[in-house]
T-cell receptor, first 115, second 109 residues
Framework: EAGVAQSPRYKIIEKRQSVAFWCNPI?????LYWYQQILGQGPKLLIQ????????DSQLPKDRFSAERLKGVDSTLKIQPAKLEDSAVYLC?????????????FGNGTRLTVT | AQRVTQPEKLLSVFKGAPVELKCNYS??????LFWYVQYSRQRLQLLLR??SRESIKGFTADLNKGETSFHLKKPFAQEEDSAMYYC???????????FGGGTRVLVKP
């Protein structure tokens, strides 16, 4: 099966600019996740979708981050405006069901550098 | 709140030596625990999970509820085991998967 696709692979922006990341999950996977991984740390969940509904966004900085999953398939994550501390790898993952019973399949990630 | 701690940032062992990656967790109920691995230039992927009770690539992990630990072990490390390893926890169905900070394993020839 084709894996989780993410674009772009790399992005460099200046602080206060906006940026968007795109994710296409594995076909048939109902659950989609966005994780933020800061250098030297483990991935931190930003938002979890079940089909096109939000399951958990408790750690999403909603004043600057937004995410949507239209039609329950592709998803976009946006940051506006970006801060220096947003520099990280943004990982998208999908699973057939919830993460309790279904392994997460990760994309290659988007490495964001904010200068 | 649930938390996963991996105390070692880096483990360096020689090929053929045993390797043990420590993972401690805090969670008030009965969690499900996982080990994820990321090889160089590859995606993060599931290595094994506690509920499966399986050995993958020679690795095993035992859940010790008394010590709230889920250490990953392999009796004879191979060079291809060099990677980043992440311990992860989920508290209940519908709960979020929480990762530890990761341990880099370097297996020297």
């Amino acid at each position: 099966e084709a894996g989780v696709a993410q674009s772009p692979r790399y992005k460099i922006i200046e602080k206060r600019q906006s940026v968007a990341f795109w994710c296409n999950p594995i076909s048939g996977h109902a659950t989609l996740y966005w994780y933020q991984q800061i250098l030297g740390q483990g991935p931190k969940l930003l938002i979890q979708f079940q089909n096109n509904g939000v399951v958990d966004d408790s750690q999403l900085p909603k004043d600057r981050f937004s995410a949507e999953r239209l039609k329950g398939v592709d998803s976009t994550l946006k940051i506006q405006p970006a801060k220096l501390e947003d520099s990280a790898v943004y990982l998208c993952a999908s699973s057939r069901g919830g993460s309790y019973n279904s392994p997460l399949h990760f994309g290659n990630g988007t490495r964001l550098t904010v200068t | 709140a649930q938390r996963v701690t991996q105390p070692e940032k880096l483990l360096s062992v020689f090929k053929g030596a045993p390797v043990e990656l420590k993972c401690n967790y805090s969670y008030s109920g009965s969690p499900e625990l996982f080990w994820y691995v990321q090889y160089s230039r590859q995606r993060l992927q599931l290595l094994l999970r506690h509920i499966s009770r399986e050995s993958i690539k020679g690795f095993t992990a035992d859940l010790n509820k008394g010590e709230t630990s889920f250490h990953l072990k392999k009796p004879f490390a191979q060079e291809e085991d060099s990677a980043m390893y992440y311990c992860a926890l989920i508290g209940a169905a519908g709960n979020k998967l929480t990762f530890g900070g990761g341990t880099r394993v370097l297996v020297k020839p």
